[in-house]
């Protein structure tokens, strides 16, 4: 079993940033993908970005390109997203996820066997 625990959220204004963090613990063995969700108020969970086990391909939906980076330190077993120049609609939980079953860059939810309890991020003007 692994776990997971996000920290960095918070209150940010528009264009400021915040940085997310998610720690792995307990079993981490094999090429593990991981990736960024979030979910804003009656809205469905949606992608935000997303990293293999090697850490050299990235995805980021289109609503965060340019603006979020996602990043790995396997040494530290964390994984990072840093968000820059935030805008309203960023608001909502977000959570980071592992996928035991899949290397590469995995974009779908079913595809992820460990999620986090989330963290809320809330962007005010």
């Known amino acids: 079993q692994m776990q997971l625990a996000e920290s960095g959220g918070g209150l940010a204004q528009t264009g400021g940033s915040l940085r997310l963090s998610c720690a792995a613990s307990?079993?981490?063995?094999?090429?593990?993908?991981t990736g960024w969700f979030r979910q804003a108020p009656g809205k469905e969970r949606e992608i935000v970005a997303a990293?293999?086990?090697?850490?050299?391909?990235?995805f980021y939906s289109d609503s965060v390109k340019g603006r979020f980076t996602i990043s790995r330190d396997d040494a530290k077993n964390m994984v990072y997203l840093q968000m820059d120049r935030l805008k309203l609609d960023d608001t909502a939980v977000y959570s980071c996820a592992a996928s035991v079953r899949f290397s590469r860059v995995s974009t779908r939810m079913e595809q992820y066997d460990y999620w986090g309890q989330g963290t809320q991020v809330t962007v005010s003007s």
């Open positions: 990293i293999d086990y090697s850490g050299r391909s990235t």
């Open positions: 307990g079993d981490i063995y094999g090429n593990i993908a």
